[in-house]
């Protein structure tokens, strides 16, 4: 079976099998940031579970970046022991944790950040009801975003993670700059696809340059826009991604809903295949979206992912690599509330799993 092979990534690291836990919002850190004994416990869980790679929620980089209510955050050297002791739980489930970290842009909170949203450019989306239009970031701000990132990737490698994510997808700050919709400037930061890719460029840049050859780093994108998101081509898109590895990027990782969904642009493809035929074999590509069985995975493989990422079907089920293995069924939504508690699922986390959200279709049940 492919997906329980090792991949050796372009740093040299080894990946024991080609499945992921994808990064999933949990709201169950502390208030400021810090590490919760849910969040540890949680994440200690699936790191036991055999994956090959276990990512972390989206986790703020500062405190102006923040994004949910108690969301886990790199953004502060306080910080540091507990994700060591964090870092060091993980590898000891047999796991390469890796961090994935994101700047909320238009969509950080005021009242969790204590300035009002930064983005691109001052934007409206009519179909949100409550949207405020983001203040557009000055380009000294944009030099604190890269730092941040980067300081953030610092504390990471130093807490003993094996990696980071750049959350680059999902209307996220990397987003809102190269989306024509939200990106309306007029200066370097805009305009071209190259100026509307120079955050992305100059924050993997920076985070290569302060983390060691072994540390992984990759970055998620978007590579179509959707629902009220618009202004992403995929063409564009797969550029940026290309432009990335040239940047020194380990893997890039596919974000959709389904791992077989069609191109908007390209109707007649199923976005992953043209996505890996336009990146090309050298850069491992990830991708994600209703993996609930091995011919899931396999079937991603074939499409042209190197590592597939695993969701919701890792939040009800332990020890998925396993069943795979064995060619179990697993356990498909809805679950029920008892059966998520048996398997490490906490009151907090239960809670946002039933508010209306990205996770919402879990149909919980009970």
Same mark, same amino acid.
């Given at each position: #079976?492919?997906?329980?092979?090792?991949?050796?990534?372009?740093? /040299?690291?080894?990946?024991? @099998?080609?499945?992921?836990?994808?990064? #999933? &919002?949990?709201?169950?850190?502390?208030?400021?940031?810090?590490?919760?004994?849910?969040?540890?416990?949680?994440?200690?869980?699936?790191?036991?579970?055999?994956?090959? #790679?276990?990512?972390?929620?989206?986790?703020?980089?500062?405190?102006?970046?923040?994004?949910?209510?108690?969301?886990?955050?790199?953004?502060?050297?306080?910080?540091?022991?507990?994700?060591?002791?964090?870092?060091?739980?993980?590898?000891?489930?047999?796991?390469?944790?890796?961090?994935?970290?994101?700047?909320?842009?238009?969509?950080?909170?005021?009242?969790? &950040?204590?300035?009002?949203?930064?983005?691109?450019?001052?934007?409206?989306?009519?179909?949100?009801?409550?949207?405020?239009?983001?203040?557009?970031?000055?380009?000294?701000?944009?030099?604190?975003?890269?730092?941040?990132?980067?300081?953030?990737?610092?504390?990471?490698?130093?807490?003993?993670?094996?990696?980071?994510?750049?959350?680059?997808?999902?209307?996220?700050?990397?987003?809102?700059?190269?989306?024509?919709?939200?990106?309306?400037?007029?200066?370097?930061?805009?305009?071209?696809?190259?100026?509307?890719?120079?955050?992305?460029?100059? &924050?993997?840049?920076?985070?290569?340059?302060?983390?060691?050859?072994?540390?992984?780093?990759?970055?998620?994108?978007?590579?179509?826009?959707?629902?009220?998101?618009?202004?992403?081509?995929?063409?564009?898109?797969?550029?940026?991604?290309?432009?990335?590895?040239?940047? /020194?990027?380990?893997?890039?990782?596919?974000?959709?809903?389904?791992?077989?969904?069609?191109?908007?642009?390209?109707?007649?493809?199923?976005?992953?295949?043209?996505?890996?035929?336009?990146?090309?074999?050298?850069?491992?590509?990830?991708?994600?979206?209703?993996?609930?069985?091995?011919?899931?995975?396999?079937?991603?493989?074939?499409?042209?992912?190197?590592?597939?990422?695993?969701?919701?079907?890792?939040?009800? @089920?332990?020890?998925?690599?396993?069943?795979?293995?064995?060619?179990?069924?697993?356990?498909?939504?809805?679950?029920?509330?008892?059966?998520?508690?048996?398997?490490?699922?906490?009151?907090?986390?239960? /809670?946002?799993?039933?508010?209306? /959200?990205?996770?919402?279709?879990?149909?919980?049940?009970?």
């Amino acid at each position: #079976m492919r997906t329980l092979s090792p991949l050796r990534l372009p740093n /040299g690291v080894v990946v024991e @099998n080609r499945l992921a836990v994808a990064p #999933m &919002t949990t709201a169950q850190s502390e208030a400021d940031g810090r590490v919760s004994v849910a969040e540890r416990a949680w994440l200690e869980r699936l790191a036991g579970d055999g994956y090959g #790679m276990v990512l972390t929620c989206a986790a703020a980089i500062s405190r102006t970046s923040i994004a949910f209510p108690n969301q886990l955050s790199f953004g502060e050297e306080r910080f540091v022991p507990e994700l060591t002791a964090l870092a060091a739980a993980m590898r000891a489930g047999g796991t390469l944790p890796v961090a994935q970290l994101c700047h909320g842009g238009a969509r950080a909170i005021p009242a969790l &950040t204590g300035q009002p949203a930064r983005s691109a450019s001052r934007y409206e989306l009519p179909g949100i009801p409550g949207f405020v239009p983001p203040e557009p970031f000055t380009e000294a701000e944009l030099a604190e975003v890269v730092e941040d990132h980067a300081a953030a990737a610092e504390r990471a490698c130093r807490a003993g993670f094996a990696g980071v994510e750049m959350h680059g997808a999902n209307g996220y700050v990397f987003t809102q700059f190269l989306s024509t919709m939200t990106n309306l400037r007029h200066d370097g930061y805009g305009g071209s696809l190259a100026n509307r890719a120079r955050l992305a460029r100059e &924050t993997v840049q920076a985070v290569r340059k302060r983390v060691p050859a072994d540390f992984i780093v990759g970055f998620r994108l978007s590579f179509e826009g959707f629902g009220p998101e618009t202004g992403l081509d995929l063409d564009e898109t797969i550029q940026v991604m290309s432009w990335l590895a040239e940047d /020194g990027l380990d893997y890039g990782h596919v974000s959709h809903l389904q791992l077989d969904a069609r191109s908007q642009k390209y109707p007649a493809d199923v976005a992953l295949r043209r996505i890996r035929a336009g990146v090309g074999a050298a850069l491992p590509l990830m991708a994600a979206g209703g993996v609930n069985s091995s011919a899931d995975a396999e079937a991603a493989m074939d499409l042209g992912a190197d590592l597939v990422a695993i969701g919701r079907a890792a939040i009800g @089920n332990t020890r998925v690599p396993e069943r795979f293995a064995r060619g179990e069924a697993l356990v498909r939504t809805p679950f029920s509330r008892e059966h998520l508690a048996a398997v490490g699922v906490s009151a907090d986390f239960l /809670g946002y799993l039933t508010a209306p /959200g990205p996770l919402a279709g879990l149909h919980i049940v009970g």
